[in-house]
């Protein structure tokens, strides 16, 4: 059987290994804390609940929007550009939330913003392509 969105599927796996690391992150802060709900007022449980959250509001969609370029057959080298700049982007970012370190949370969400607007293009050449067939038939 063919795989349809190789590229997306490994990204996912990927991305999954780094998203179960930040749920573990906040486990952790919680039980040494002994916080059930919320932050407790720590700002390390809070940093490890942000990195968990912000990840889980910004990779689903960027995985979406790769997914469905691949499906529409958008170039491989559009694809891996989606996918470096959102792996790179997002481990940046969570070792950045977690360390306090602001410039590189920045360069993180920098490239993490750069991934979604990728992801847009890889769409958009394959619908605008696909769109003028239409017309042109």
Not at 47 to 74: D, M, Q, T, W
Request: proline residues 4%; positive net charge; charged residues 15%.
């Amino acid at each position: 059987m063919p795989l349809l969105v190789p590229i997306a599927a490994t990204t996912a796996l990927v991305l999954a290994v780094l998203y179960i690391r930040l749920a573990f992150a906040v486990i952790k802060k919680r039980r040494q804390h002994k916080v059930a709900l919320g932050t407790g007022q720590y700002p390390d449980l809070e940093a490890a609940i942000r990195a968990h959250g912000n990840f889980a509001e910004y990779v689903p969609l960027a995985l979406v929007l790769l997914a469905c370029a691949e499906l529409n057959h958008s170039p491989w080298w559009l694809l891996v550009s989606v996918t470096l700049t959102l792996v790179i982007g997002r481990t940046i970012h969570a070792s950045a939330i977690s360390g306090s370190d602001l410039k590189k949370r920045v360069q993180g969400m920098k490239l993490t913003f750069a991934s979604l607007a990728l992801g847009v293009t890889a769409n958009v050449v394959p619908l605008a392509l696909g769109l003028l067939n239409l017309v042109k038939n």
